[in-house]
């Protein structure tokens, strides 16, 4: 076991990752500046694991923030969400994306460096694989992202693992999330994005809820069965899973690993599932395709499996049903 801090720790996937780690007897020591998630995550995380943990209500970026946490604490391992990552948003504004998705990266790499913290994890995306062809790989070399937001990943993985080539006592750990949909099954954490979502399940769902009046599917033009795009959607608490798998099994040095299930579904699958687990009619429209968007998506899952011992369990049904029973409960 150990102590564990987790950098973005109220949000979406860090807050899933949290309840895992407190369920599974780790130490926690979560930070967040609520730049995209809300302080009620830290009293739902206490209920629902029965377990306390330390809170710093703190920017990543600032490097005297961060002295205090870890001279305050005695850290064994990092995993390191905090960072923005709506994709429209870097293109009109790269500078906020660099500077402080990079910046947060380096601040935390160089304390876990002068403080002997030897295991840090890292919050990658199936971004860095561009337009490639799926199933994607581990030893496919990542390219030049499409946006600011993607390109901040591929910087990122490459700052991380020179920093671990040059140091034999830091290791990273560097997981690449393919779509993160659902929410814990009590209901009482889930995905909270800020005004108008930008993905496709949290559209959904305000959909279900009457927030939104119908969904827009960008595109039905594609090379796929259906027209729609393909994506692998992978359960949030799956996700936060692969997490605890990658800190007890990963091997020292640098290593890389897709958290994804290998199965693609499409927007329009997406939707009749949602339909279908949930009893619910979403009222959709086919408008143009989204910039940026590429046609098919999904892991391969083979890696992780071999040497994290880790597999994605829930199925798309499982997904859907999490999802709503937050939205209809909790979500605001
Ligand atoms: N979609 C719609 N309507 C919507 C929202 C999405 O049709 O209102 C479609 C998109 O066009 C896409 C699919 O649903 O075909 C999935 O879109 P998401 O925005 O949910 O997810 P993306 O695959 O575009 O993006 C996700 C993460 C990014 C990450 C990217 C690549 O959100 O952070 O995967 O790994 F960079």
């Known amino acids: 076991m150990g102590s564990i801090l987790v950098s973005g720790g109220t949000g979406f996937i860090g807050s899933h990752t949290c309840a895992v780690l407190l369920n599974e007897g780790y130490s926690l020591i979560a930070a967040d500046n609520f730049s995209n998630s809300s302080p009620k995550v830290l009293d739902a995380l206490r209920r629902l694991t029965g377990r306390d ?20 604490n005695d850290i064994d391992g990092v995993i390191h969400f905090a ?17 402080n998705n990079i910046n947060a990266s ?25 337009f490639g062809n799926p199933p994607f790989a ?17 910087i990122c993985e490459r700052i991380l693992t020179d920093t671990a080539n040059a140091n034999k006592d830091f290791s990273v750990i560097l997981l690449r999330y393919f779509n993160p949909v659902g929410a814990h099954e009590s209901g009482m954490i889930g995905e909270m994005p800020g005004g108008v979502p930008n993905n496709l399940m949290p559209y959904i769902t305000q959909v279900a809820k009457g927030k939104l009046k119908e969904l827009r599917i960008f595109g039905d033009d594609y090379d796929t069965p259906d027209g729609t795009c393909i994506r692998d959607y992978i359960h949030v608490m799956d996700l936060a899973e ?4 990658a800190l007890k099994n ?8 897709n958290l994804g299930t290998g199965r693609g579904t499409s927007v329009l699958e997406l939707v009749r599932a949602f339909e279908a687990a949930n009893g619910i009619k979403i009222p959709y429209t086919i408008v143009g395709r989204r910039a940026g968007d590429i046609a098919v998506s999904y892991a391969s899952a083979d890696k992780a499996q071999k040497f994290l011992g880790w597999k994605a369990k829930r199925t798309i049904n499982d997904m859907c049903r999490d999802a709503w029973n937050f939205e209809k409960n909790y979500g605001e």
């Open 53 to 72: 943990f330390r809170f710093y209500e703190a920017d990543v970026t600032n490097a005297g923030c961060v002295e205090k946490i870890f001279a305050e």
């Open 83 to 99: 960072a923005h990552k709506a994709v429209g948003e870097s293109v009109a504004n790269p500078l906020k994306y660099y500077s």
């Open 250 to 257: 990963a091997p020292e040095g640098v290593s890389v690993y």
């Open 138 to 154: 581990e030893d496919m070399p990542p390219v030049f992202a499409a946006n600011p937001y993607g390109m901040t990943k591929v």
């Open 106 to 130: 380096i601040v935390l790499a160089r304390a876990c460096c002068e403080h002997g913290v030897r295991k840090f994890v890292f919050s990658s995306s199936a971004t860095v694989y561009g």
């Open 242 to 245: 692969g997490h605890t798998a």
